[in-house]
């Protein structure tokens, strides 16, 4: 995982090419239209992977659900960032809070932790 500051487009490119390095590519990928998501850069990695690009409108969360859900999750789970005495602690807390995401906690709806639904729908 890498950590930056800033947005940045090379951290989403490598974001991306690590996955595909663990799961075959997805169909579509969906994002909001961050500078990092609208960059060529970008849009031509996912084009050259064979990935069809989706983005939200401007000023419309709600089409990105999936991800706000998930964000909201995730800083409940996480709690105040501000609390870290260094950015190490708060990339420790990050790995942290993403392992019990994926390994511990229950989808609400599903009642699997994504784990345990990624193994099912590999079947």
């Not at 996912?46 to 800083?75: D, H, T």
């Not at 990339?91 to 639904?117: E, G």
Request: with cysteine.
């Amino acid at each position: 995982m890498s950590v930056l500051t800033t947005h940045n487009t090379q951290l989403v490119i490598n974001a991306l090419s690590s996955a595909i390095l663990h799961r075959p590519p997805p169909r579509i990928i969906h994002s909001d239209q961050g500078s990092e998501y609208t960059s060529a850069d970008y849009s031509l990695l996912v084009q050259s992977l064979g990935i069809q690009q989706s983005m939200s409108a401007p000023g419309c969360p709600w089409e990105n659900g999936y991800q706000e859900s998930f964000y909201k999750g995730f800083k409940l789970d996480l709690g105040d960032p501000n609390r870290f005495d260094s950015l190490g602690e708060l990339v420790a807390a990050i790995y942290h809070t993403l392992n019990y995401y994926n390994q511990h906690r229950l989808h609400s709806a599903l009642k699997l932790t994504p784990r345990q639904f990624a193994a099912k729908v590999q079947l």
